[in-house]
């Protein structure tokens, strides 16, 4: 990928200007489960099946004690979520982001734990060097080494061009609105419109399936330099509900039903890829979807895991907040205790 500087947090940062002009409405304002017991001790011979005939009691896959390496754009880094640490400082990590709250969970720290995601990061970040306005981040596949033993990774958004979608739509709210206005009617879904190929296919979809392609090489690559980690590809958290309008009491009407609609569609897709590529490749994929269901950038300040286009103050829009990070944790170590 190209090492121009890109603002941190590409993943959402199209919106501060764009959602902001068209959701004029505004919006109102630990994972501490047990560890999973380790393995029976090697070279015991197999419990016997009860007289019954009933099955002998699978042995719980043992937890991965690290070394841990985290990778990832800004929905694992934690943009502006405080306290910021690590260098460089344009990667905008969080101490409080899910890969910093599973490696505390699993006891690890120092050399065992190494959190290289950096907000704006591309797939082709993880093997080419990041600029960032605070600096160049390595690439992050350079922490792998043969001894890793757990990989966590949070990437493909920026890839498939999720949140230039979202910010086209704000534009085509935009201007549908104001059509609106000078009595043309307005349409049902303008940003689903624009985005409908003139021979029929999904634009949308093309993107999401080569930023797949993409990851897929990615995953290859991890697995090259580290064969005997454990690779968990992590999802993207709900950012609207399914149902769009549970949005309309927080966003109002300038956004039409059927675009909150097609965008709920077209995360939805962006994670379906992520699973697909994940089970192909031998790895785990966590979903966040599931758990983030409620907790979406429509949810009240106290419920949601996604910050809305207009933010808690020091916040970033469109990104998770700590309770996302959170939320995230648990399901990260819920796959690992499996």
Not at 15 to 42: D, H, K, M, Q
Not at 48 to 73: E, F, I, Q
Not at 80 to 92: D, F, T, Y
């Amino acid at each position: 990928m190209s090492l121009s500087v890109r603002p941190i947090g590409t993943l959402g940062g199209v919106l501060s200007a764009g959602l902001a002009a068209v959701l004029v409405a505004g919006c109102s304002g630990s994972s501490g489960s047990e560890t999973v017991a380790a393995a029976a001790a090697g070279g015991s011979a197999p419990p016997r099946a009860a007289a019954t005939g009933a099955a002998p009691t699978p042995t719980p896959t043992p937890t991965p004690t690290g070394p841990y390496v985290a990778l990832g754009d800004s929905y694992t880094a934690g943009l502006k979520i405080s306290p910021q640490v690590g260098e460089p400082k344009g990667c905008a990590r969080s101490a409080v982001n899910y890969p910093s709250l599973v490696a505390r969970a699993l006891g690890l720290a120092g050399e065992r734990f190494r959190d290289v995601s950096c907000s704006g990061a591309r797939t082709g970040d993880l093997t080419g060097a990041q600029s960032t306005e605070g600096g160049v981040n390595p690439p992050q596949l350079d922490a792998l080494t043969p001894a890793t033993r757990l990989v966590t990774l949070g990437i493909g958004g920026n890839d498939a061009g999720f949140m230039e979608v979202v910010g086209q739509c704000a534009k085509e709210n935009l201007v549908d609105a104001l059509k609106g206005l000078v009595g043309s009617g307005r349409a049902a879904a303008p940003c689903r419109d624009s985005y409908a190929a003139a021979d029929g296919g999904d634009q949308v979809q093309r993107k999401v399936d080569s930023a797949g392609e993409r990851l897929g090489e990615t995953l290859k690559e991890v697995k090259r330099r580290s064969p005997q980690a454990r690779v968990y590809v992590v999802g993207y958290p709900a950012l609207l509900p399914a149902d769009p309008a549970g949005c309309v009491p927080v966003l109002g009407s300038t956004v039409a039903g059927g675009d909150l609609g097609f965008l709920v569609e077209k995360e939805q897709q962006l994670n379906a890829m992520l699973k697909r590529r994940a089970e192909a490749a031998g790895a785990v994929f966590v979903d966040l979807s599931g758990p983030s269901a409620g907790h979406d950038m429509c949810a009240g300040e106290t419920a949601r895991w996604v910050e809305p286009p207009f933010p808690t103050q020091g916040l970033a829009a469109i990104h998770p907040n700590a309770r996302g990070q959170e939320g995230a944790a648990a399901a990260v170590l819920k796959a690992l205790r499996g």
